[in-house]
T-cell receptor, first 116, second 115 residues
Framework: DTEVTQTPKHLVMGMTNKKSLKCEQHMGHRAMYWYKQKAKKPPELMFVYSYEKLSINESVPSRFSPECPNSSLLNLHLHALQPEDSALYLC???????????????FGDGTRLSIL | AQSVAQPEDQVNVAEGNPLTVKCTYSVSGNPYLFWYVQYPNRGLQFLLKYITGDNLVKGSYGFEAEFNKSQTSFHLKKPSALVSDSALYFCAVRPVFNAGNMLTFGGGTRLMVKP
């Protein structure tokens, strides 16, 4: 069983809808990540939160809006998405992001998003 | 900038035979290296990591990996493959002193183990 929980597992939405993806971890990790993964490709980093503050935004379009309400939760708010945004969205967490951090990232099972 | 190459899109092996999934990397300075496995409709599962020390690293499910600094490689190995090992495998690297814990992933290798 994964220690990072993502909901929903599947989401179908129209291009005008607003929805949110949720991620939760209770491992005491202080870093959380959002990735986008297309089929049979490696994950692409979108955002990094460190101690509940956004530390990295990999030039992601503004139709994706991350939020970290507390150290255990991470949301990804979606609005006016495009068909090319259809993908598996993965959340991950790790103990930290410091320069010497060698701890692995732990991934959830993702939300499979389809844009109609 | 760092990079990771997994030269084989797919590796086929018979059950019971040894398997190797190749990974080479390029990074400034010393690397942290990771292997992850992804089963269908699942997220990435951490298998093992190289930080420092012994070049042979043992991980989950009987997998191991050998770090070779001169060849800048970190190949994943298992002495006896199982059908259940069939999955997508990703190698990842990050420089030791890289703020943000940002991983660079290889393109992935699909492992097919046939009975």
């Amino acid at each position: 069983d994964t220690e990072v929980t993502q909901t929903p597992k599947h989401l179908v939405m129209g291009m005008t809808n607003k929805k949110s993806l949720k991620c939760e971890q209770h491992m005491g990790h202080r870093a959380m990540y959002w990735y986008k993964q297309k089929a049979k490709k490696p994950p692409e980093l979108m955002f990094v939160y460190s101690y509940e503050k956004l530390s990295i935004n990999e030039s992601v379009p503004s139709r994706f809006s991350p939020e970290c309400p507390n150290s255990s939760l991470l949301n990804l708010h979606l609005h006016a998405l495009q068909p090319e945004d259809s993908a598996l969205y993965l959340c991950a967490s790790s103990q930290g992001t410091g320069g010497g951090s060698n701890q692995p990232q732990h991934f959830g099972d993702g939300t499979r998003l389809s844009i109609l | 900038a760092q990079s990771v190459a997994q030269p084989e899109d797919q590796v086929n092996v018979a059950e019971g035979n040894p398997l190797t999934v190749k990974c080479t990397y390029s990074v400034s300075g010393n690397p942290y290296l990771f292997w992850y496995v992804q089963y269908p409709n699942r997220g990435l599962q951490f298998l093992l990591k190289y930080i420092t020390g012994d070049n042979l690293v043992k991980g989950s499910y009987g997998f191991e990996a050998e770090f070779n600094k001169s060849q800048t490689s970190f190949h994943l190995k298992k002495p006896s493959a199982l059908v259940s090992d069939s999955a997508l495998y990703f190698c990842a690297v990050r420089p030791v002193f890289n703020a943000g814990n940002m991983l660079t992933f290889g393109g992935g290798t699909r492992l097919m183990v046939k009975p």
